[in-house]
T-cell receptor, first 112, second 116 residues
Framework: AQSVTQPDIHITVSEGASLELRCNYS??????LFWYVQSPGQGLQLLLK??????LVQGIKGFEAEFKRSQSSFNLRKPSVHWSDAAEYFC??????????FGAGTILRVKS | GAVVSQHPSWVICKSGTSVKIECRSL??????MFWYRQFPKQSLMLMAT?????????EQGVEKDKFLINHASLTLSTLTVTSAHPEDSSFYIC????????????FGPGTRLTVL
C-alpha cells in the first residue's frame, strides 16, 4: 500500500537559515509527488509537484524539492527561511484515481 | 492558478441538525472533486471522491448516509452532514482537479464545523 512518512513532527529554524523537510514514500510505480503548505485554519496550497523529468523541482515561494528514487525520498528545501514560512507542510503521493495519500505533516517554526 | 472556494468557512450547529457545505471551482471546470476531513493536529483523511453527475465513491469506513455528497455541476459539489453529532466536529476540506491537469488537486480553504 502507498504511504508517506514525514519523520519530523516539528522543526524550528532561525530566520534566514536554510531549511530541509524530509519526506519518504512507498509506492510501487513511478510516483507523482507533491508538497503542500497549510497555514493555521486554512486549506492547502500547492508548493510544487514532481511527475517526471528533472529530479530537482522548483516551486513557489523559493522552495525546491529533489526526487531521489534510490532513497524513495522527496525532500523539500529552501535556502533562506522567512518568518512567513511558519506553517505546516505536507508531503503527498498521488495514487490510482488521482487520489492523494498524505504524510502526517511537519510543523515549521521560525525563530527571529 | 486554480481557485477553489468553500462556504461557509465556519459553522456551529446543534446536535441532530444537518449542515451543508459547498465547494466551488471558481475559474475552472473540475473533473473530480474530493472531500477530506482533518482532525486537530492530524493529517487529511480522504472521505470521498465525486464526479459530476455520478454517485460519489466513499472511502472505507465513511458512512455514505451520514455524509451525503452531491456533485451537480462541473463547478459545484456539496457535502451534507446529516444528523450531526459532536463527534462530527472537524475541519472539512474539499479539493478539485483541473481538466488537463488531472493529477493535481487544488484545495479550498476549509470549513470548520462545530456541533454542540
Amino acid at each position: 500500500a502507498q504511504s508517506v512518512t514525514q519523520p519530523d513532527i516539528h522543526i524550528t529554524v532561525s530566520e534566514g537559515a536554510s531549511l530541509e523537510l524530509r519526506c519518504n514514500y512507498s509506492y510501487g510505480a513511478t510516483p507523482y509527488l507533491f508538497w503542500y503548505v497549510q497555514s493555521p485554519g486554512q486549506g492547502l496550497q500547492l508548493l510544487l509537484k514532481y511527475f517526471s523529468g528533472d529530479t530537482l523541482v522548483q516551486g513557489i515561494k523559493g522552495f525546491e524539492a529533489e526526487f531521489k528514487r534510490s532513497q524513495s525520498s522527496f525532500n523539500l528545501r529552501k535556502p533562506s527561511v522567512h518568518w512567513s514560512d511558519a506553517a505546516e507542510y505536507f508531503c503527498a503521493v498521488g495514487t490510482y484515481g488521482n487520489k492523494l495519500v498524505f504524510g502526517a505533516g511537519t510543523i515549521l517554526r521560525v525563530k527571529s | 492558478g486554480a481557485v477553489v472556494s468553500q462556504h461557509p468557512s465556519w459553522v456551529i450547529c446543534k446536535s441532530g441538525t444537518s449542515v451543508k457545505i459547498e465547494c466551488r471551482s471558481l475559474d475552472f471546470q473540475a473533473t473530480t472533486m474530493f472531500w477530506y476531513r482533518q482532525f486537530p493536529k492530524q493529517s487529511l483523511m480522504l472521505m470521498a471522491t465525486s464526479n459530476e453527475g455520478s454517485k460519489a465513491t466513499y472511502e472505507q469506513g465513511v458512512e455514505k448516509d451520514k455524509f451525503l455528497i452531491n456533485h451537480a455541476s462541473l463547478t459545484l459539489s456539496t457535502l451534507t452532514v446529516t444528523s450531526a453529532h459532536p463527534e462530527d466536529s472537524s475541519f472539512y476540506i474539499c479539493s478539485a482537479n483541473v481538466a488537463g491537469e488531472a493529477d493535481t488537486q487544488y484545495f479550498g480553504p476549509g470549513t470548520r464545523l462545530t456541533v454542540l
